[in-house]
């Protein structure tokens, strides 16, 4: 059974920081570009960050870019995704995803979802 879980979400101030875990079963991650994903409250899922399956290439958002980083070892099947500098602006229910469809963060190429860890920019 696939699946993903996804932790280390909570409640930060403007200007912190998160590192964000996803833990993923039932499937080896080595063969899939990764991607976070988030959804704020009202919105649409958005795409956060991406990384390619075995070159270490990665994308963001720009509204991330130079905030976040991506990473992933594949021996664990996790990956991360840690946030810094964290504004109001973030605060969503964050995804970890997999696809072997293209190398992007677009929600349109992910299926799989775990139940999302929520995270909330608030002093």
């Known amino acids: 059974q696939v699946q993903l879980v996804e932790s280390g979400g909570g409640l930060v101030q403007p200007g912190g920081s998160l590192r964000l875990s996803c833990v993923a079963s039932?499937?080896?991650?080595?063969?899939?570009?990764i991607g976070w994903l988030r959804q704020a409250p009202g919105k649409e899922r958005e795409g956060v960050a991406c990384i390619g399956t075995t070159d270490g290439s990665v994308v963001y958002a720009s509204s991330v870019r130079g905030r976040f980083a991506i990473s992933r070892e594949n021996a664990q099947n996790t990956m991360w995704l840690q946030m810094n500098n964290l504004i109001p602006e973030d605060t969503a229910v964050y995804y970890c995803?997999?696809?072997?469809?293209?190398?992007?963060?677009?929600?349109?190429?992910?299926?799989?979802w775990g139940p999302g860890t929520q995270v909330t920019v608030s002093s």
């Open positions: 995803s997999a696809n072997r469809g293209g190398f992007s963060a677009s929600p349109l190429l992910y299926d799989n």
């Open positions: 039932g499937f080896t991650l080595d063969s899939y570009n």
